[in-house]
């Protein structure tokens, strides 16, 4: 099937008609014209305007310029077409896609992330002191029964010693320790001991008294 501009070119030499003289005839510049018989439309400024050139082209040369311009739509190509001075913004959804290269990649970089989280925690717990909590007694308690039940939490891979004693942990950290008491004012040193012998102290001071205080009657005779 021949072209629009090979119809157009066919034509015009037909008539024996140089394409300046077509070109001031119909008043479309002459590397316009050599652009469509050359069917080399990214030449042209547009694919509207290079719709009127060869409706005007045909015009002149006497041909049907409705069945050249569909000529020239069944020809034309879309990669072709001049582009636009601001380039249009990609979709970068179309272009994002989703396959097993990138799913290593992003296994790759959990991994590694995960690895720096678990290093952090343990140069944190090598190089810094033990956190170490008293849950019971609170500080500076009076209390009327000669034993009572510390307990608190820490790492799990610590060491607790209550006065000097060790205490077993859970295995959430969690411990507790049950002790007999001196009447009046008992110091108790919690320690909390890392694996690299960083150390944690707490002091909890309990009072222990046998005096129960009891309400003041009244209407004594």
Do not use: C
């Not at 002459?30 to 439309?41: C, M, T």
């Not at 989703?98 to 944190?124: A, D, E, H, M, S």
């Not at 810094?128 to 008293?134: A, K, S």
């Amino acid at each position: 099937m021949k072209t629009a501009g090979q119809i157009l070119k066919e034509k015009r030499e037909e008539r024996a008609l140089e394409l300046g003289q077509v070109a001031q005839e119909t008043k479309i510049r002459k590397e316009f014209l050599k652009a469509i018989e050359k069917n080399d439309y990214s030449s042209l400024p547009s694919v509207i305007t290079s719709k009127g050139f060869i409706r005007n082209y045909a015009q002149f040369l006497g041909l049907d310029p409705e069945r050249l311009v569909a000529v020239f739509k069944r020809d034309f190509r879309q990669d072709k077409e001049p582009k636009p001075f601001f380039p249009l913004k990609k979709d970068l959804s179309k272009e994002f896609k989703w396959n097993p290269k990138k799913t290593l990649i992003l296994v790759v970089v959990l991994f590694v992330f995960g690895l720096f989280v678990y290093l952090g925690f343990q140069y944190r717990n090598l190089v810094g002191r033990p956190d170490l909590r008293i849950d019971s007694p609170s500080d500076n308690q009076t209390v009327t029964k000669e034993q009572i039940l510390l307990s608190g939490r820490t790492d799990p891979d610590n060491a607790v010693s209550v006065n000097g004693d060790l205490t077993q942990l859970s295995p959430q950290g969690e411990f507790s320790y049950r002790l007999r008491l001196n009447e009046g004012e008992n110091k108790i040193v919690i320690e909390a001991t890392n694996r690299s012998g960083k150390k944690t102290r707490l002091t909890r001071t309990v009072f222990y008294s046998t005096v129960q205080e009891h309400p003041e009657t009244s209407g004594m005779n």
